[in-house]
């Protein structure tokens, strides 16, 4: 999906689930930045949001940690590391139909329902008695 934005398209915002370590902070970034450049290349702009692991979701579900390993050097804002697997399954489902939702337009998502129902009734229609 895109939408004007003067002369610009803007992309939908791209979401990310990693983990919180040297190597989910470095794919995250390098993701955002290629993807970022090849868009204003084609005149267009694109968000990122990092949606999981965050440091302070590694806090607020007391995951479990481990220290960076000494070996990856590359720059990482932490001081622990967490797996993405370490939240629960409800849980980062939860983070990401939040994530979704705070950039769906209620009024869009209402008449696409609507939609999908009288589509659906035609379909039953035609099908007749079952």
Not at 76 to 86: D, I, K, N, V, W
């Amino acid at each position: 999906m895109s939408c004007e934005d003067s002369s610009r398209t803007l992309a939908a915002p791209r979401r990310n689930l990693g983990d919180y370590d040297p190597s989910g902070e470095h794919l995250f970034n390098a993701l955002a930045e290629d993807a970022i450049a090849f868009a204003q290349a084609a005149g267009a702009e694109v968000e990122f949001e990092r949606v999981a692991v965050t440091a302070e979701q590694v806090t607020a579900y007391n995951l479990p940690t481990a220290p960076p390993k000494a070996t990856d050097h590359r720059s990482f804002s932490g001081t622990a590391t967490a797996q993405a697997e370490a939240l629960p399954p409800d849980i980062l489902a939860a983070i990401v139909r939040q994530a979704i939702g705070a950039h769906r337009d209620p009024a869009v998502h209402q008449r696409t329902l609507a939609h999908e129902e009288i589509e659906r009734q035609a379909v039953r229609e035609r099908l007749g008695p079952g």
